[in-house]
């Protein structure tokens, strides 16, 4: 099985860090391996955000943003329940309550085109 990007990130940063690197079990992690501290994280979150010119919500409002989405993309109940990393399809679900109307996903629709567009920039 190949490397996820992070898997692949993690392992340049690894390099780089040589001796200074802090072996853990860890996913995510700072240039040495240590745990990332949820303030830096947080800052560096809304320096993307900005960067990208989207509005600034919470972190954990991206799951909802996300599960969002999967719904709009008529992405099966099940697939989005593996991607959200619930353990039970009702949470899943509460998550989906609201099903997008044709002008949701339309503005989605111009919305992935437009990303599209700035990723080959």
């Known amino acids: 099985m190949l490397p996820s990007a992070a898997q692949r990130v993690q392992e340049e940063a690894r390099k780089a860090a040589g001796d200074g690197w802090k072996i853990s079990d860890l996913t995510f992690t700072t240039r040495t391996g240590t745990p990332i501290e ?18 600034r919500i919470r972190v954990h409002d ?3 943003t996300c599960a969002s989405f999967l719904a709009a993309l008529d992405v099966h109940p099940r697939a989005a329940m593996r991607i959200l990393r619930h353990s039970q399809i009702s949470m899943t679900m509460d998550v989906y309550t609201q ?5 949701t996903r339309k503005a989605l629709g111009r919305l992935n085109q437009s990303l599209d567009r700035s990723s080959e920039a």
């Open 38 to 55: 949820p303030r830096n994280f947080n800052r560096a979150f809304e320096s993307h955000c900005r960067r990208a010119g989207v509005p």
């Open 62 to 64: 991206t799951r909802h």
């Open 99 to 103: 099903i997008p109307s044709p002008e």
